[in-house]
């Protein structure tokens, strides 16, 4: 395609449904790859809590491969820790590993009832650790790309602060204790959410990860969940995009009725199918395999792979998922390749032609 | 009074409506009053347990609904379990279990655990984000028939494949079983494990045939005696 926009004008103007020259290759989700730590030299546990190192990290995506927004953080257990959680960033094991939950803020059901948001919460954890990474995309990318930041849904960031099986146990035996924590959480994402847009965030995505069909019902998502994210979408400035990984063909209606400015979906949606139940004005983002194509496809795969999802009804060439370090240069380098050869061709949704 | 067979309908009911209540009394009457124990497992629970995984197939129950179906299994099972005499199906043996580092979604691999436990066989569960020489440090002292690395997370899932050839090298009779989201039979198969189930659904399912598949071999053992 005829280049006329850089990155961020590009990926902004997508989201805000204006015109642009093409669909961006980008995500609000995790970007890191092997290739960006050993650009900077660093290991992954060094960065969780270094908000230079992170800030670096997270552009490095944007100068190795074009890619076409900088997110952080790289972790999902950023508000959980912030709440009380104790968590692990396995400084000692050799391989690659995500940080993860050590100890629940609530260990025990019995004290879900009494659990309350301290009132200092946005200054706990590396929740300020965060927002001063997005200052320093800002400042030094924003005139060039999309700054992004994620948070959990509050249903999944629950499962991070309770025992998982006992958040699901009591979805259906004690309603309503789950619906008050839910209550709280709503509350402390938005927090999280708009100090992350006050910090330099440009766009937020918002990863319900926990509330796929291979988990719950639909009924369940409808009446537990979509409140809850309703309330995230009504409170947060746009531009804002709701993610949910596993199957989501019976829920993708009702992700829409959430009121988010796109909704980003794993391989495991038919597209086309929920192109047909999603207002017009809802972008669909996702669609492309992180792990099976980006880790183990080779560039001629990843070159259909973006091809078959424009042609599906995608907004945007988005992985569906953290791209994992793993990811191979030559993969990536395809992904956004492809996306500049064919996408304003393919994107039959393009909002300005 | 109640049959055997009613006995074990009502068991059955019980996994299924997820009333654990009503499980553990019927499992108390079945053994106060001296019934066959292992029936009313295999009857009962077992039968239960395999209409929930159909259910759960057809996506009329989720994995709420599928948790508190087991819950109320575990806890029949609990009272009924010391009156099993031993039935010989050649399928005994020790299973190590666990998830590996760097990963805390344990509910597939809880599950799963417990239709082994159902089954007869003597779990050793390492637990979640389990060091990966852990597994191979178990099974060496255990001599365990079989091991069980589970992985949601992709990026924990490549130490999978170094635990499994460890063990294969000092044991290559152990079976190996590997689960998770980002495992495929491709990655199963080159990396030299014995089996695998993709995500949770399927384990889930892969524990549901296992046990169905130790229905037949008791109802054939009970049809020999």
Known sequence: ?353 | MPSMDEYCVQLKQAVVDYNRDQAVAIAQTIVDQGLDAQKAVFDGLIAGMQVVGKYYEDQYYFVPEMLMCAQALYSALDILKPHMPQTDLGLKGQVVMGVVQGDVHDIGKNIVKLMFEVAGFEVKDLGRDVPLDDFVREQLSSDADMVCLSAMMTTTMTGMREVIRKIKEKNPKCRIMIGGAPVTEELASKWGADGYAPDANNALREAIAMVSSLHEMYQQAQARD
């Open chain 1, 1 to 353: 395609m005829e280049e006329t926009m850089n990155a961020r004008q590009r990926v902004l103007g997508l989201l805000t449904r204006r015109p642009v020259d093409g669909p961006a290759c980008f995500s609000g989700m995790g970007n890191v790859t092997t290739a960006g730590l050993e650009r900077l030299e660093c290991s992954f546990p060094s960065v969780h809590a270094d908000a230079v190192k992170m800030a670096d990290l997270a552009a490095t995506s944007f100068e190795l491969f074009g890619y076409e927004s900088a997110v952080v953080p790289f972790d999902l257990c950023v508000e959980a820790e912030a709440l009380g959680c104790a968590i692990n960033t396995y400084q000692d094991v050799p391989q690659l590993l995500y940080p993860t939950i050590r100890a629940k803020a609530i260990p025990r059901t019995e004290d879900m009832a009494d659990f309350q948001v301290a009132a200092d919460f946005l200054e706990r954890g590396r929740l300020p650790v965060v927002r001063e990474a997005l200052r320093r995309l800002r400042q030094g990318y924003g005139d060039r790309l999309a700054v992004g930041s994620y948070m959990l849904g509050p249903f999944t960031l629950a499962g991070q602060l309770v025992e998982l099986d006992q958040l699901f146990l009591l979805s259906l035996s004690d309603r309503r204790l789950v619906e008050e924590l839910l209550h709280k959480l709503t509350a402390a994402v938005i927090a999280v959410g708009l100090s992350y847009r006050e910090a330099g965030a440009d766009f937020l995505t918002v990863r319900e990860m926990g509330a796929a069909t291979d988990i719950l019902s639909p009924r369940a998502f409808q009446s537990l969940i979509q409140p809850c994210l309703r309330e995230v979408a009504a409170s947060l400035p746009p531009p804002r995009v709701l993610h949910i990984c596993g199957s989501t063909d019976k829920i993708v209606a009702l992700m829409a009725e959430c009121g988010f400015d796109a909704i980003s979906v794993e391989p495991k949606n038919n597209v086309r199918a929920s192109r047909e139940l999603v207002p017009p004005e809802t972008l669909i983002f996702g669609n492309l395999d992180a792990f099976k194509l980006l880790v183990h496809g080779t560039p001629a795969q990843v070159t259909q792979a973006v091809e078959e999802a424009l042609e599906a009804g995608v907004d945007a060439v988005w992985p569906s998922c953290d791209i994992w370090p793993e990811a191979k240069v030559e993969n990536l380098d395809a992904m956004v390749a492809a996306t500049r050869q064919r996408g304003a061709e393919l994107w039959w949704r393009n909002h300005g032609s």
